[in-house]
Each structure stands twice: as C-alpha cells, then as structure tokens.
C-alpha cells in the first residue's frame, strides 16, 4: 500500500509501516528525524493530494488540545488560534478523505471530539500497546476498524505530563508510541 503519515517528523509510524513493506512516507514542515529520502519536507496538503491507499495524520495539538485550555480555551487570550486550529483541521480530514481511501487522524483529549464533520474518536492508550504510560489519545476513523490493543501491560506513568518545561519538550510530547504504531501497521496494513 501506498500510505501517508501527514505531520510527522520522527518517522516511527512510516517505519513501522515500511518495515511490514509498505510504500511509507512522512510530511511534515520539520526535517525527518531520521531517513530524509522517505520524507516529504513542506505542506501537507500537496502531498496529500497525491494519492494514497492510507493516510495517517498528526496534526498540531497545541492549541487543540485540553491542556492548553488556560490559554485557548473560550475567553482566553489565544481562543482565536483555538478556532483557526479547529478550522485548518477539519479542512485536512475533508482533503484526506477526497485523496485516500482510508484515513485516521490522531490527537489527544481536546476540542477535537466537538468538530462538525468528524466520526466519534475511538480513545487509546500506552499502555494497552507496551508502554506502562498513560496519555489519552483519539483515533478519528475513516474506512477504517478500531485498533485493537496487542500488549497490555501494567503501571499507569504519566511521563507526558510530567515533563519538565524544556526547548524540545513539544516535540517529546508529540512523538508516537513505537508500540501504537505497530500495531496501526499490523492492523490496518
């Protein structure tokens, strides 16, 4: 399958997606972590339109997401940069849907769940794929099954959360699961 990860500059989900033999790449505005000739540096809305079997998405959270509430929540000082980040969204799932034929896009609890045009979020988390973590995320769906867990495991860390404010700290927060994304390309490859 041809398969897109939109948004995603470390390279652990079009890994595991190329590692099951898939014709995986990465967008995103950043430089690849990792191997820059699987990844397409810029927009995504280009490269989206390209065609794709799949289309996993990862958009900026920032302002989407619960955690950032006390700066883009309604009456805060950012709520504009909440709606515009609301807006830009909902154009990428519509563009992925017109240009794949199956689509997920992923972000933690937030604003997301409300967005008109968008299926109801399956929730997972770390722990159910091997990594004894928490951190809530949803999984919008498009032609595609729930992703079902492959290793629950115990302890409930909350390493995310708990991160001490730093220059990288965002990227750190963002990165994918190495166990979620296994189990995205064992599932639905």
Same mark, same amino acid.
């Given at each position: 399958?041809r398969v897109?990860?939109?948004?995603?500059y470390?390279g652990?989900?079009r890994?595991?997606?190329? #590692? &099951?033999?898939?014709? $995986?790449?990465?967008?995103?505005?950043?430089?690849?972590?990792d191997?820059? =000739?699987?990844?397409? +540096?810029?927009?995504c809305?280009?490269?989206?339109?390209?065609?794709?079997?799949i289309?996993?998405?990862?958009?900026?959270c920032?302002?989407?997401?619960?955690s950032?509430?006390r700066?883009?929540?309604?009456?805060?000082?950012?709520? #504009? &940069?909440?709606?515009? $980040?609301t807006?830009?969204?909902?154009?990428?799932?519509q563009v992925?849907? =017109?240009?794949?034929? +199956?689509?997920?896009?992923e972000n933690?609890?937030?604003?997301?769940?409300?967005?008109?045009?968008?299926?109801?979020?399956?929730?997972?988390?770390?722990?159910?794929?091997?990594?004894g973590e928490?951190?809530?995320?949803g999984l919008?769906l498009?032609?595609l099954p729930?992703?079902i867990?492959?290793?629950i495991v115990?302890g409930?860390?909350?390493?995310v959360?708990?991160?001490p404010?730093s220059?990288?700290r965002?990227?750190?927060r963002?990165r994918?699961?190495?166990g979620?994304a296994?189990?995205?390309?064992?599932q639905?490859?």
């Open positions: 399958m897109l990860v939109a948004c995603e470390s652990v989900v890994r595991a997606f190329r #590692d &099951k033999g898939h014709d $995986a790449w990465s967008n995103d505005l950043l430089d690849a972590e191997s820059p =000739e699987y990844h397409f +540096k810029g927009d809305f280009g490269v989206i339109r390209l065609g794709w079997d289309i996993i998405m990862h958009p900026p920032t302002a989407l997401a619960v950032g509430n700066w883009y929540g309604t009456g805060m000082p950012m709520f #504009d &940069k909440r709606l515009e $980040a807006a830009w969204t909902q154009r990428l799932w992925a849907k =017109e240009n794949a034929d +199956k689509v997920c896009m933690p609890v937030g604003v997301l769940n409300k967005v008109e045009g968008l299926p109801k979020p399956q929730y997972i988390q770390p722990w159910q794929f091997g990594h928490t951190k809530k995320t919008w498009h032609s729930y992703l867990p492959t290793n115990e409930r860390e909350q390493r959360w708990k991160m404010p220059e990288n965002w990227k750190e963002s994918t699961y190495e979620i296994a189990a995205m390309a064992a639905w490859g």
